[in-house]
T-cell receptor, first 111, second 113 residues
Framework: RKEVEQDPGPFNVPEGATVAFNCTYS??????FFWYRQDCRKEPKLLMS???SGNEDGRFTAQLNRASQYISLLIRDSKLSDSATYLC????????????FGTGTLLAVQP | DAGVIQSPRHEVTEMGQEVTLRCKLI?????LFWYRQTMMRGLELLIY????????DSGMPEDRFSAKMPNASFSTLKIQPSEPRDSAVYFC???????????FGDGTRLSIL
């Protein structure tokens, strides 16, 4: 089982729609969770950290469910500029403590 | 503030040649990561350093790849000899700790002919 798993998509949604991505992780000892965004032919960029109580940044809401070992990202009122790949990131508490990146979920917002 | 700086941005070379990729960390960061990204395999961690010391090099494909961190702000990734299957985008990232958010450079697009 992969340490971090995401649905690769693509998610094709119309402008203004609400879309949600889930990501599951295998290590119950993980403590740090993030969502990154990667545009085509660009570097990954930090979108937001994910806190235990859930957190919101404008149209973006991140949630953590420790019992089921998944994190989610909700995007409200989708914009064309939201089209990108969204990477789920979890820290690995194995022999070395490092971040594990998921393979990403592709979002395409249609006009 | 300057972000992570990578050079070159693009490299095209013939197989068998030595390739050296360079990375300058964000000032004050103490963790440095080298990644490779391809369509088929996604983003793969090759190696990372904490305080200039290599911690995990389990992602380095083979002996043709080597990475160094001669000082706290600079790192190199070397491929010798290069092969066509090494063609990918290579990213360098830095952070304030190995489990903290990482900041990526623009990447080096490497093509081995």
């Amino acid at each position: 089982r992969k340490e971090v798993e995401q649905d690769p998509g693509p998610f094709n949604v119309p402008e203004g729609a609400t879309v949600a991505f889930n990501c599951t992780y295998s290590n119950s000892a993980s403590q740090s969770f993030f969502w990154y965004r990667q545009d085509c032919r660009k570097e990954p960029k930090l979108l937001m950290s994910v806190y235990s109580s859930g957190n919101e940044d404008g149209r973006f809401t991140a949630q953590l469910n420790r019992a089921s070992q998944y994190i989610s990202l909700l995007i409200r009122d989708s914009k064309l500029s939201d089209s990108a790949t969204y990477l789920c990131v979890v820290n690995s508490r194995g022999a070395t403590n490092k971040l594990i990146f998921g393979t990403g979920t592709l979002l395409a917002v249609q006009p | 503030d300057a972000g992570v700086i990578q050079s070159p941005r693009h490299e095209v070379t013939e197989m068998g040649q030595e390739v050296t990729l360079r990375c300058k960390l964000i000032s004050g960061h103490n963790s440095l990561f080298w990644y490779r990204q391809t369509m088929m395999r996604g983003l793969e961690l090759l190696i990372y350093f904490n305080n200039n010391v290599p911690i995990d090099d389990s992602g380095m494909p083979e002996d043709r790849f080597s990475a160094k961190m001669p000082n706290a702000s600079f790192s190199t990734l070397k491929i010798q000899p290069s092969e066509p299957r090494d063609s990918a985008v290579y990213f360098c990232a830095s952070s304030f700790g190995s489990d903290q958010p990482q900041h990526f450079g623009d990447g080096t697009r490497l093509s081995i002919l």
